[in-house]
C-alpha cells in the first residue's frame, strides 16, 4: 500500500517552528500537530540555516 505524501506551506512549517520555540518539545508539537517527528526536525534544521 502507497502512503501519501503531504505537503505543507511555508507559513505552516514557520508556525510550526515558532510554537517549538514557545513551550513544546519537537514531538509532543508534531502529535499535537498530526505530522511526523522528522518532519518537524527538518523544518526546524532549514529554519536555522535560512537565518544564518
Do not use: D, H, P
Request: charged content about 40%; proline content about 0%; glycine content about 2%.
Amino acid at each position: 500500500m502507497k502512503r501519501i505524501r503531504k505537503n505543507y506551506n511555508a507559513a505552516f512549517k514557520q508556525q510550526a517552528v515558532e510554537l517549538i520555540k514557545e513551550k513544546m518539545n519537537k514531538s509532543e508539537l508534531a502529535r499535537e500537530l498530526g505530522i511526523r517527528t522528522t518532519s518537524l526536525y527538518k523544518w526546524c534544521k532549514e529554519a536555522k540555516k535560512f537565518r544564518e
